[in-house]
């Protein structure tokens, strides 16, 4: 007859936390996007905490409080009235963390609700004065390209993408960036460009969603 091992409490304690890293392991692994979104909304909070806290003279405090209330009101759908608050946080305090983050959102509301040259404008006025920031910045380039492409002008919109993709190498959404790149050359028939985009799409991001649509829409065109 077998004898039975008596563990020792930190043996017990050691194996209910083997099971329940174990356990989280498999929990993150179902439900990953949940934790991405929620992992999100924490740095977010964090990062709006923190430049709150850090905010020292009193204009920097109204400028943010302003820019709280017309984020508040943008998220409620209410995009006019966040319009308003955003343009006056531009007149009122240029310069500022809250003019930055109101020139980006501006541009973004513009060009969510198809205002593409007012897109432009905000987007392009971003870049003229905001220059640290690289991941805004290149969204700022590819928002200016999504404006271009919404109104048909693919030329303009294949090299502002490709601008994009240049301002931040290797950032998050540089894939989609390429991609953007190669439809709107495909619209221009310029598929020798659409091909140079995907190479290097496929060089860094092989086997990417965006690669294999990119891929698969210049198929399509040099078949039709």
């Known amino acids: 007859m077998q004898s039975k091992v008596k563990l020792t409490k ?25 934790y991405v979104i929620g992992l999100v909304a924490v740095v977010v909070a964090v990062a709006a905490l923190t430049w709150y806290m850090s ?23 209410n995009n006019q009235v966040a319009i308003l608050g955003l343009s006056q946080i531009i007149d009122d305090y240029g310069g500022s963390t809250s003019a930055e983050s109101a020139t980006y959102l501006l541009a973004t509301i513009h060009l969510n609700t198809r205002n ?7 987007f ?30 693919f030329t303009q919109a294949a090299q502002y993408f490709v601008k994009a993709v240049e301002e931040f190498p290797g950032g998050p959404l540089e894939a989609d960036y390429e991609l953007g790149a190669v439809r709107n050359y495909i619209a221009l028939g310029d598929f020798d ?17 965006a690669a294999r649509r990119a891929a698969r829409l210049l198929a399509e065109k040099k078949r039709s």
């Open 10 to 34: 930190r043996q017990v304690k050691e194996d209910k936390f083997t099971t329940f890293m174990l356990t989280t392991k498999d929990q993150i692994a179902e439900n990953w996007q949940f």
């Open 55 to 77: 905010s020292r003279k009193s204009g920097e405090q109204a400028a943010a409080a302003k820019f709280s209330e017309a984020s508040l009101e943008y998220q409620s759908g």
């Open 116 to 122: 593409f040259a007012e897109a432009i404008r905000y």
């Open 124 to 153: 392009e006025k971003y870049l003229a004065d905001y220059a640290d920031n690289k991941l805004n910045r290149a969204a700022s380039y590819a928002g200016i390209a999504t404006a271009y492409e919404g109104q048909g002008d």
């Open 193 to 209: 460009s659409a091909g140079a985009r995907l190479k290097n799409l496929e060089a860094k991001y092989l086997g990417s969603e």
